[in-house]
């Protein structure tokens, strides 16, 4: 019985100290990190909820950050603003000055000079002005923001700039419906046309720049460089049969045309565009089209001409027998940022390979990104009249600013009661997962002592036990002397 007693409480105390030693190191792991849970097998519920607390907390965070860059954003744009105003300050006084009947017309062209630059130079910071590479401002058009204001997909603020200008037109392409001339007329108004032959292949040249090279062209097709014995190029306002929109269309045909060996290529006629339009990357240009046969297959063209430089977008290239009605749109690849023309060019394939061919092209509602002409542009202060109408003009221009900083204004109030609003949503998130997730160092030094304590106690067993055990080791030895004696 001593020993089964002996090795119980033997087993009890190894049991003790095994326990212990782990507690020991999970509590001193606690209290030297600070963290109470650090694994699954601590408290896997736990873990969890602090984990989506943490990605909450880091979250409102970076939305904080986020929303101090948007204060910035609109502070910017409402400094500049303030110089604006002050711009549009001085026009009014040289406005009202030129208005007097004291002056004469030399004295107002004097003044007129400063009015000018100053008018450029306000139209000139609204079309530079950029934060972060973006720019703010964009005449008649607002221009929208949309600031990521929390820790979840939804949670968004959209800051405003309105419109600048007071007043102006909203322009799209000119005459890009064809509405503007009769039918049958062979003149455009806004394009150039061209009734003659043109190749695709670098050679030709359409508003003063080398054309693009057609490298589609049917396998068993020469292309463009057939020699062509004989055609008729023309252009023309028709009456659309376009189901889209309008009443009518542009149309470019060749007919009664030859080439010198089967499975040519003509191309002609052409238009292009009088005046260049400002595209930027991203931005969306369309055009609705149709083409037709006539003596054999069409084989159309289109693209945009960067009159900076030369290059060229591909819109249209098509080979076939009869289309519908169709709409062809294009976003502006990176880095196209130009001003362009556009160019269309019709064209027929010989593919029956009988050398007659003839086909037409038929093109509508050619847009572009509309850009605002301001009537503020257009003002000056030559004469007393003209004075007098700046004067108003310059008003409205100064209350639109005016209106815009209000807004502006009230953008930065609202982002700054946000930010303090996650301000304290991050306090009170990290609370919660400190609570959560964070040693109790009264607790966990509790825990520890008394672990510590048992430990002590264990300890102090197994000695007894050793020396017991030593003891009667000892005494038997001395008993088996004594026999031997």
């Given amino acids: 019985m001593t020993n089964l007693h002996s090795d119980y409480l033997t087993r009890g105390a190894l049991q003790t100290l095994n326990l212990g030693v782990r507690e020991a190191t ?3 792991e606690q209290l030297s990190t600070g963290v109470r849970i650090h694994s699954a097998s601590d408290d896997a519920a736990r873990l969890a909820i602090g984990n989506k607390l943490m990605s909450q907390q880091q979250g409102v965070l970076q939305a904080t950050s986020n929303l101090h860059d948007g204060i910035s954003l609109t502070q910017t744009a409402e400094a500049v603003l303030g110089s604006i105003t002050e711009v549009f300050q001085r026009m009014r006084e040289l406005a009202v000055q030129a208005a007097t009947g004291t002056l004469t017309n030399a004295d107002r062209s004097h003044l007129d000079s400063e009015y000018q630059n100053l008018k450029v130079q306000a139209l000139n910071t609204v079309e530079t002005t950029t934060w972060n590479g973006h720019r703010l ?14 820790p979840n997909p939804n949670d968004k603020i959209t800051v405003t700039i309105p419109q600048i200008y007071a007043s102006g037109a909203l322009v799209g392409f000119a005459n890009g419906d064809f509405e503007s001339d009769a039918v049958g007329d062979t003149s455009v108004t806004g394009w150039t046309v061209g009734n003659n032959r043109v190749t695709l292949d670098g050679q030709s040249q359409i508003g003063g720049w080398p054309t693009p090279t057609d490298l589609t062209k049917p396998a068993s097709s020469g292309g463009d460089t057939v020699p062509m014995n004989s055609g008729t190029f023309n252009t023309q306002i028709v009456t659309a049969d376009n189901p889209l929109r309008g009443s009518k269309s542009l149309q470019l045909e060749s007919t009664n045309a030859n080439v ?5 290529i003509i191309h002609g006629p052409y238009i292009i565009s009088n005046d260049s339009t400002p595209l930027k990357t991203g931005e969306t240009v369309s055009f609705d089209w149709r083409a037709q046969g006539g003596q054999d297959s069409y084989d159309v063209y289109a693209y945009l001409l960067n009159v900076d430089n030369g290059s060229t977008i591909n819109l249209l290239n098509e080979t076939g027998s009869s289309s519908s009605w169709a709409t062809k749109s294009l976003s502006m690849p990176e880095n196209s940022d130009g001003n362009y023309k ?18 037409r092209l038929l093109v509508d509602n050619i847009t572009a990104p509309p850009r605002a ?3 503020l ?4 202060i030559t004469s007393a009249t003209s004075a007098s109408s700046s004067i108003t003009e310059i008003d409205l221009n100064i209350q639109s600013v005016t209106s815009a900083r209000a807004s502006l204004g009230a953008s930065v109030n609202r982002i700054i009661h946000a930010t303090d609003y996650l301000a304290e949503l991050a306090v009170q998130l990290a609370n919660s997962r400190s609570q959560m997730i964070d040693t109790d160092y009264a607790e ?3 825990d520890l002592a008394r672990v510590q304590s048992l430990d002590v106690g264990a300890t102090y067993v197994l000695k007894q036990l050793r020396q017991n055990s030593q003891n009667s080791i000892n005494m038997i030895r001395s008993n088996d002397n004594l026999f031997k004696g």
Avoid: H, W
């Fill in 377 to 380: 542009n257009g003002t000056n």
């Fill in 444 to 446: 966990t030094s509790s």
């Fill in 260 to 264: 010198a060996s089967g499975y040519g």
């Fill in 137 to 150: 401002f964009s005449e008649l058009s607002p221009t929208s923001f949309e600031l990521q204001a929390g």
């Fill in 26 to 28: 999970k509590y001193n």
């Fill in 373 to 375: 002409i301001a009537t």
């Fill in 342 to 359: 556009f160019v269309f060019v019709s064209g027929t394939y010989d593919e029956t390979g009988g050398r007659a061919l003839g086909a």
